[in-house]
């Protein structure tokens, strides 16, 4: 803590607390520590990442083929360490970059104690501390004003622009800031207890990842896990009951059961969404959650919060008009006069004037006294030189007997979102800075909130794509109307005043029939998140501030500006750390690029881990399973691996149509279909034309390769140069692996038995398979089919489990 100043105070109601005072609360826990949602710790994140039911699974598989001395065998748990990895690099890499914004966002907190004004942190402030405020300084803690005054911005906490007036008596909220004036307060909540984080409060709950993609994943690994059990314990006792040794059942056994988890499609996800946020991080977006990308992709409405978002927070000068025979260049100059005579303490209106001034080279006259703006008077002024004294603010206040006719028509003709001030010359002022005599005016003028300057070709981006827009504010509803509708909004003139709904039943109903919602609580905006979700549509939230917490918690997918409040940055899955809304298309295409082509090569892993499934089953009853270990490594590199990574970095910025559960098992089934088909067949029927065990695995591998070569290229049409050179090194690596490392995958060479048994064999399976595509991709275009199936299963066990993990299984 070190010195600010030095000030003899005379009242003692003003000396602020002794030492031993701020000693005994401090020993009593009265600080103000930190009570809002916080980043989770390393430990935390590690441990969510490491402790999951796939890797669990993973790990079993793999000691038991560590058991047998088959180390070549282990290969596929590469695939399990890399996706860890990846998961809790990523995250950590987030936490790491909220955490620093924090810190460079916190300013410290001039207090007064024994009468000095020192400097101390949030946290270190004690409850009953006098806070010594002025202009731009956030209120760490609950206060009551008792000296001075001051224009606050609650706009943080209640969504409203507009300054509110605070003199000795008044509360002050924490994580508001002052607009201008100077106040001292003493502290009447820390910590948990104060207003900001009792809104915080609400939003500790943990918020599970809205995602399809996760959801599969946890679908199929759970589907997966109970049949491993069941299913390893018959294949391996069958194996061993038709002359294998316990190590050649174990083997056989973890084939068949590794092939049923899809680890290649887990890494994948990890990998796409890991370089989509890197993608993102170079634009200065921020992802803190993986799988929030794929919601921004599905969004149908997004929720935007006026301030921060379509408009900067700071003015623009919109026009002046003379009145009573006065011109505006009159009007300009006096008001030039006015604001430079207290440039000092200018706000965010008087900067306006202060830049528009400058910039048309106004040459304002020089002021021997300055009248600062005060929030009572709700007017400035100043004295020229020549004695000429002027005033500006606003009309009712300026003219206390009643504003004249024409400054009230000239007032009249603003747009409904202008903020208007009149320009008069008075007689002077006295010592408190009241007026003297009656004001007589010269003008007024006109100014508005800055829009983005990229906000309208942003919005337009979203109406273009289809995307319902809903504007949410604190605000008066007219004034967030004419703001949302020039900045390109539709039905922009559907508002409503939020106060007036009343009843959960009256808000719903206007979730459904307005765009503007105008004096909107924190409460209502989660409310209204709530009952767009409940409709049936992906809600995206944008917000900076402590009153938009709880709505940013409710959203499919949130959205925070860096300089927004602490609680807005953690809580949210993205943060535009640069503050720019004209990211949000970059953003949304990224997401489109990853779940477009994660649908196509998900297909690939499901056709696998279905076919594998469904084999292991029949070989239980009816041995031998036909692949070893290597052998998938094989066909899961050339057919899956290879294909998958380069299909899901591919360019494609399509509309994500359809759920991603149906897209993929539209495709895969098919094939998984086929291969079963032409497994089954050359495993139960070649053995008995002479070919040995393994001459029939590997006429096997071949037919499930033919198989995924042909998944490869439907799924790859219209073919281009990169896909079809991927169909050269799909067939290279195939020919490689049955050739010169046929002894490592345990292939053996090719005879002309097995060549026609291959031909007869893969050209039925081709026909099955090409048939049942195109029929799967028909029903995935509507509302019949296998998702419908697989999701009535689904659905039964989130009944008994409603409350998911944030990672996937």
Same mark, same amino acid.
Request: net charge negative; charged share 15%; glycine share 10%.
């Given at each position: 803590m070190r010195d600010e100043n030095t000030e003899d105070i005379v009242a003692p109601e003003l000396r602020g607390l002794s030492s031993e005072e701020v000693a005994q609360r401090l020993a009593d826990g009265l600080t103000n520590a930190y009570a809002g949602p916080k980043t989770k710790s390393v430990g935390q994140i590690a441990?969510?990442?490491?402790?999951?039911?796939?890797?669990?699974?993973?790990?079993?598989?793999a000691g038991l083929v560590a058991l047998t001395g088959s180390w070549r065998n282990l290969s596929y748990i590469v695939v399990v360490f890399a996706n860890l990895f990846i998961g809790v690099f990523q995250e950590v890499r987030s936490k790491r970059t909220i955490d620093k914004l924090s810190i460079l966002a916190e300013r410290p907190v001039i207090i007064r104690r024994d009468g000095r004004d020192v400097c101390v942190s949030h946290e270190e402030v004690v409850l009953?501390? @006098?806070?010594?405020?002025?202009?731009?300084d956030q209120i760490p803690a609950d206060a009551q004003v008792v000296w001075g005054e001051a224009g606050v911005n609650e706009s943080l906490l209640t969504g409203e622009s507009k300054p509110v007036t605070k003199v000795v008596g008044s509360e002050l909220m924490s994580g508001s800031f002052l607009d201008s004036g100077t106040l001292v307060a003493r502290v009447t909540r820390v910590g948990a207890d104060s207003y900001a984080s009792r809104i915080n409060a609400e939003a500790k709950y943990v918020k599970g990842a809205k995602s399809e993609i996760m959801a599969t994943l946890n679908m199929i690994i759970r589907w997966a896990t109970w049949l491993l059990a069941p299913v390893g314990i018959l294949l391996f006792l069958r194996t061993l009951q038709d002359g294998s040794t316990i190590n050649q059942a174990i083997l056989t056994t973890v084939a068949a059961l590794v092939g049923m988890i899809p680890q290649g499609l887990v890494l994948l996800t990890s990998s796409v969404l890991a370089i989509s946020t890197v993608r993102l991080a170079r634009k200065s977006v921020l992802i803190q959650q993986f799988y929030c990308i794929e919601m921004l992709a599905r969004?149908?409405?997004?929720?935007? =919060?006026?301030?921060?978002?379509?408009?900067?927070?700071?003015?623009?000068?919109?026009?002046? +008009?003379?009145?009573?025979?006065?011109?505006?260049?009159?009007?300009?100059?006096?008001?030039?006069?006015?604001?430079?005579?207290?440039?000092?303490?200018?706000?965010?209106?008087?900067?306006?004037?202060?830049?528009?001034?400058?910039?048309?080279?106004? =040459?304002?006259?020089?002021?021997?006294?300055?009248?600062?703006?005060?929030?009572?008077?709700?007017?400035?002024?100043?004295?020229?030189?020549?004695?000429?004294?002027l005033v500006m603010g606003a009309a009712q206040f300026v003219f206390s007997g009643g504003v004249p006719d024409e400054v009230a028509q000239a007032l009249a003709q603003?747009?409904?979102?202008?903020?208007?001030?009149?320009?008069?010359?008075? =007689?002077?002022?006295?010592?408190?800075?009241?007026?003297?005599?009656?004001?007589?005016?010269?003008?007024?003028?006109?100014?508005? =909130?800055h829009i983005r300057a990229n906000a309208p070709a942003t919005i337009a981006y979203f109406v273009e794509q289809g995307v319902t827009l809903n504007v949410i504010s604190g605000d008066d509803p007219r004034t967030v109307a004419g703001i949302a509708a020039e900045a390109g909004v539709p039905d922009a003139d559907k508002w409503v005043d939020a106060s007036t709904l009343t009843t959960p039943e009256a808000l719903k109903r206007a979730a459904m029939s307005y765009h503007v919602f105008g004096r909107v609580t924190p409460q209502q905006k989660r409310e209204l998140v709530q009952a767009l979700r409940h409709a049936g549509h992906t809600v995206a939230m944008t917000g900076d501030g402590v009153n938009d917490v709880l709505a940013l918690r409710e959203a499919d997918c949130s959205v925070a500006m860096a300089s927004g409040s602490d609680a807005a940055r953690n809580v949210a899955e993205?943060?535009?750390?640069?503050?720019?809304?004209?990211?949000?298309?970059?953003?949304?295409?990224?997401?489109r690029r990853s779940i477009n082509n994660l649908q196509r090569s998900a297909s690939l892993f499901l056709v696998k881990t279905v076919f594998s499934a469904v084999l292991a089953l029949l070989c239980a009853l009816i041995p031998p399973y036909p692949f070893q270990p290597v052998q998938m490594s094989l066909i899961s590199?050339?057919?899956?691996?290879?294909?998958?990574?380069?299909?899901?970095?591919?360019?494609?910025h399509e509309r994500v149509r359809g759920s991603f559960l149906g897209n993929v098992l539209a495709r895969s089934m098919p094939g998984s279909i086929a291969v079963i088909l032409a497994?089954?067949?050359?495993?139960?029927?070649?053995?008995?034309?002479?070919?040995?065990?393994?001459?029939?695995?590997?006429?096997?591998?071949? @037919?499930?390769?033919?198989?995924?070569?042909?998944?490869? +290229?439907?799924?790859?049409?219209?073919?281009?140069? @990169?896909?079809?050179?991927?169909?050269?090194?799909?067939?290279?690596?195939?020919?490689?692996?049955?050739?010169?490392?046929?002894?490592?995958?345990?292939?053996?060479?090719?005879?002309?038995?097995?060549?026609?048994?291959?031909?007869?064999?893969?050209?039925?399976?081709l026909v099955i398979f090409n048939f049942l595509f195109t029929r799967g991709v028909e029903l995935a275009r509507g509302d019949e089919g296998y998702e419908s199936f697989m999701r009535t299963i689904e659905n039964h066990n989130e009944r008994r489990d409603d409350h998911g993990s944030d990672q996937p299984c």
């Open positions: 441990a969510e990442h490491t402790f999951t039911l796939f890797n669990g699974v993973n790990l079993v598989l009953d501390d @006098l806070l010594v405020l002025s202009r731009g969004v149908d409405v997004l929720c935007l =919060d006026k301030t921060g978002t379509i408009t900067s927070g700071s003015m623009d000068f919109e026009q002046s +008009v003379g009145v009573c025979g006065h011109d505006s260049s009159e009007v300009e100059l006096a008001a030039a006069a006015i604001v430079r005579a207290s440039a000092h303490d200018a706000n965010e209106t008087a900067t306006a004037i202060i830049r528009y001034t400058t910039e048309t080279g106004i =040459d304002a006259p020089a002021a021997k006294r300055a009248i600062g703006f005060s929030s009572a008077r709700k007017y400035s002024g100043c004295v020229l030189g020549d004695g000429r004294a603003t747009g409904e979102r202008a903020r208007t001030l009149v320009v008069a010359e008075c =007689d002077g002022f006295d010592a408190d800075g009241n007026l003297l005599g009656a004001a007589r005016p010269l003008g007024i003028l006109s100014l508005s =909130d993205v943060v535009l750390v640069d503050n720019d809304f004209a990211h949000m298309p970059a953003v949304v295409a990224e997401g590199t050339a057919i899956i691996g290879i294909p998958s990574f380069v299909l899901a970095l591919e360019p494609n497994v089954g067949v050359a495993s139960g029927v070649l053995e008995r034309f002479g070919l040995s065990r393994m001459e029939v695995s590997t006429v096997c591998v071949l @037919l499930t390769c033919l198989v995924g070569f042909s998944l490869i +290229v439907r799924i790859s049409l219209p073919l281009n140069a @990169l896909r079809s050179a991927l169909l050269v090194v799909v067939v290279g690596i195939i020919a490689f692996g049955c050739t010169v490392a046929g002894r490592f995958f345990e292939i053996s060479p090719l005879t002309p038995t097995m060549l026609v048994s291959i031909a007869i064999i893969g050209a039925v399976a």
